[in-house]
C-alpha cells in the first residue's frame, strides 16, 4: 500500500506512464516469475487488458521497465561529455530509477537474475542499449572493453548500494571516486600513461651514462 501512495504523489501524466511506475515498483520488490501482469494492473487502477493494450506483453513492459530505471543510451551518448565521469557520477549518486525516482534499478535486475525467462530480456537491454553503443566510442576490442566497463560498474555498485559494503560508501568527490574512475577509464582503454618521478629520473640517468660511455669510447 505504501507504494501506491508512492506512486500516486509522483503525478504521472498518462495511463501508461502510471502502469510503468507501477510495474517498476512491482519488479523492484518481486522476481520476474512473481511480477504478475493482474497485480501491475491493479497497482495502476486499470484493467488487465489496458496493460496489454499498452505494452503488448509482459516481455515488453520488463524491457520498458529495464530502460526506465537506467535510461543508458542517456549516459553513454557523447553529447553528454565525458562518459566516464557521467558513468562514474552515476554511482555515487543516491541509487534511484531515472525515469520516476522511485526504485533502486539494481533491486530489478538482483530480483530477476535467476528467472530464465528474465536473462534472455537483460542479457538483449545490455547488449542493444548498453554494449553496442558504447562499443562504437572506444579502442577495439570494443565489445569486451564496453562489457568490462559495465560489469565492474554493476558489481560496484551491487556493493555500494546493495549490500552497502562499508570500503565503498565513501562520499562523491573523495578518493574512492577517482581509484573508480581510473579502472573504468582503464577498461574502456582511456587511461592515461602517466611517467612517476622515479622512472623519469631513471630514464635520464640512463640517458647521461650512455652519453659518456660514448664519449669514453671515442
Known sequence: MPQKSKIQDQAPSTTKERILQAALVRFAQHSYDEAKLRDIADDSGVDV??????????????????????????????????????????????????????????DILIRSLLSPEAIPLIRSALMDDVIEPLGKQLAKPTEQRAALAIACLTGFGIFRHVLQVDAMLDEPGGQLEKLFKDIIDAAMGRAKVVREPVAAKATTAIKLTSRKVRKQGQ
Do not use: M, W
Open 49 to 106: 487488458a489496458y496493460v496489454h493494450r499498452c505494452f503488448g506483453s509482459k516481455e515488453q513492459l520488463f524491457s520498458e521497465v529495464v530502460n526506465a530505471a537506467f535510461e543508458p543510451r542517456r549516459l553513454i551518448t557523447a553529447e553528454n561529455g565525458d562518459i566516464t565521469v557521467k558513468l562514474t557520477r552515476r554511482l555515487f549518486e543516491p541509487s534511484l530509477d531515472q525515469a520516476f525516482r522511485l526504485v533502486d534499478p539494481l
